[in-house]
C-alpha cells in the first residue's frame, strides 16, 4: 500500500524529468508528453521483458497513469518560473522513484523466483531503464553511463532483496531498503559522489576510425 | 481486404522513407535496407510488445514483405534523380501509412479487449513508432518529437475507435476513420500546422550539465 | 558441445568491443560494464524478441555471464598500455563472436521451424544486434549500417541454414558454415571489403529539413 503510493510519487517524479529533457531540448507538447510517460514507464516495461513478466502488465498500473497525466498537464500550464522552485525538490522526489522502483522491481524478479543477479538487473532496469530511454530519444548520452551513481544504488537494492539479506515478504525490511538506497542517493548528491574513469587502450584509434 | 491492401501501401511508403534518411546518412546499401524494412515493420513490432500480441506475429504480413523487399530494390536501383519526381507524391503515401497503420493498430488492440487508452497508445505506435527507431538509428533527433502534429492523428485515429464512436466491426465506419485520418495529416502538411513549445524551466541548468 | 565454447569466446569479444567503445566515450566503470554486458547479450535477447522466444531464456547462459563478468575485471584492472597488445587480436575474436552467434541465431530460429527468411533475420540480429546497441548507447551511428560487410556474412550463414542447403542437425556441416563465416570475416577486414552506398535522391531537402 505504502509502496503502491510511493511508486505513483516516484512516477510522477521521472515524468517530470522525462518533461523537462524534453523542454531542454525544445520538443513540442507530444514531444514533453511522450517523454514523459516513456520515462516513467519504460523501465518497467524493460524489466518485465528481461525477467520475463507480459509487458503489457503496465496497463494494470493506473493509479500512475493518471498521476503522470495530471503531472504533465500541470507541467505544460504552469509557467515555467513557478516550476523553478520546484526543480530542487525535483531531485528528492526522483531519488524517492529511484529507490521506490529500484525495490519494486526487485520484488517483481523475486517474486518469479529469478537468480540474485536477475533481481539485481531488474531492479537497476526498472530504476533506471527510463532514464536510458529518455536520453536516447532526446539524443544524449545516457547520464547514468557516464557519470552518475545512479543506477548502484539500485544494484544494491536488487543485490540486498535478491540475496535474501532481508526477506521480501517483511514489510518494514522492505521499507528499510528503500529508504537506504534514497539516502545514499541523496548521499551521492549532496557530496558528488562518482565512480571511477579508465582510460581507454584505444582512444586515438577509435575516434580516427569514427570521423 | 482493402485494409490489407492499403497496408502494403503503407509499408511500401514507410520503408522509402527509411531508405532515404540512410541515403542521406551516407550509410551503405545493407544500411538501407535495414532502415527501409525497420521504418516499416518495427512500429508494429512494438505495438504487439506493449499490446500484449507476440511480436513474432509480425512475421505473418508476408504480402507486405515481399513489396517492401521489392520497393527497396527498385531504390537501390533506379538512378536517384528519377526517383525525385516520386518524392512529392511521397508524403501522400506516407500520409496513407500513417492512417492506415494507425487504425489497423487500434482494431489489433480493440480486439483483445484493451482500455481506450491503450487503444491510442497502439495506434500512434504503430503509426509513428517505425519512425522513432529510423531516426535513432540514423542518430537524428526523432522528428515526431519535435515539430511535427505526426503522431497526433493516429492517436485521435485510436480515441476515436477506443471509445467506441465507431463500431470496429462496421466496415464503413473504420474506413470513415481512416479517410479522417489521412486528410487531417494532408491538411497539417499542406499548412504546416505545429504542436506549440513550452519554455523550459531549466534551460540554463541542463545545457551546462550537458557539457 | 563445441558451440557452447566458441559461444563464450564469442560472448567474451563482444563483451571487450563494448566495453573498450564505453572506455572511449569516456564512460564511468558502470558504463563499461553496462556497454560489456549489453554488447554480449542484446543481440540475442532482440533475436528471442523477434523469433518468438521468451526473452528471459538469455539468463539460461551461466557459463557466458560469468565469462564476460571476468572479462570485463580484467579490463578494469588491467593497465590499457597492456590491452592494446591484444588489440589487435580481437578482430578475430570478434569475427569468431559473429560467426558463432549467427550460427547459434539461425539455429536457435530453425528449431521453432519458422521460415528461412525469419532464420537470416535470426542469424543477423544475434550476430550484429548487440553492437547496434552498443553504438546508440554510445551516441554513435551503428557501425555495420555505415561502412563494414559485418552483418551481411551473418544473413549469408542464416541463409545457409535457413534454406536448408546444410542440415542443421549434423554438426560437421554446421561447423562448416561457421568456419566459412569466420574466414569470409576476416577476408573482408583484410581486404577492406565495403558495400556500395548510393546517392541520396533529397539530400539537400534532407539537411534543410534537418537544421
New interface residues.
Given amino acids: 500500500m505504502i509502496l503502491n503510493v510511493l511508486s505513483i510519487v516516484g512516477s510522477v517524479a521521472f515524468a517530470a524529468s522525462g518533461a523537462?529533457?524534453?523542454?531542454?531540448?525544445?520538443?513540442?507538447?507530444?514531444?514533453?508528453l511522450?517523454?514523459g510517460f516513456i520515462t516513467a514507464f519504460a523501465g518497467g516495461?524493460m524489466r518485465n521483458?528481461?525477467?520475463?513478466i507480459?509487458?503489457?502488465a503496465?496497463?494494470h498500473q493506473t493509479g500512475a497513469?493518471i498521476a503522470v497525466l495530471a503531472a504533465l498537464g500541470i507541467?505544460?500550464v504552469v509557467p515555467?518560473?513557478l516550476?523553478?522552485w520546484g526543480?530542487k525538490l525535483m531531485v528528492y522526489f526522483d531519488a524517492l522513484g529511484l529507490s521506490t522502483f529500484a525495490v519494486e522491481g526487485a520484488l517483481y524478479a523475486e517474486r518469479i523466483h529469478?537468480?540474485a543477479?536477475?533481481v539485481m538487473v531488474a531492479a537497476a532496469m526498472t530504476g533506471a531503464g527510463g532514464g536510458?530511454i529518455r536520453d536516447?530519444?532526446?539524443?544524449?548520452?545516457?547520464l547514468?553511463?557516464?557519470?552518475?551513481?545512479y543506477?548502484?544504488w539500485a544494484l544494491l537494492a536488487g543485490a540486498v532483496i535478491g540475496l535474501r539479506w532481508v526477506s521480501p515478504h517483511v514489510a518494514w525490511q522492505v521499507y528499510v531498503v528503500l529508504a537506504g538506497t534514497f539516502v545514499l542517493r541523496v548521499l551521492s548528491i549532496v557530496f558528488h559522489w562518482?565512480?571511477?574513469?579508465?582510460?581507454?587502450?584505444?582512444?586515438d584509434k577509435?575516434?580516427a576510425v569514427?570521423k
Fill in positions: 523537462i529533457v524534453a523542454m531542454d531540448e525544445d520538443y513540442d507538447i507530444f514531444g514533453i511522450v517523454l516495461m521483458l528481461i525477467v520475463g507480459p509487458v503489457a503496465v496497463w497513469f507541467t505544460l515555467g518560473r516550476l523553478k526543480w529469478v537468480s543477479g536477475t536510458v536516447l530519444l532526446a539524443q544524449r548520452k545516457p547514468i553511463l557516464r557519470s552518475d551513481t543506477a548502484i562518482h565512480l571511477p574513469h579508465v582510460e581507454s587502450p584505444n582512444r577509435a575516434q569514427d
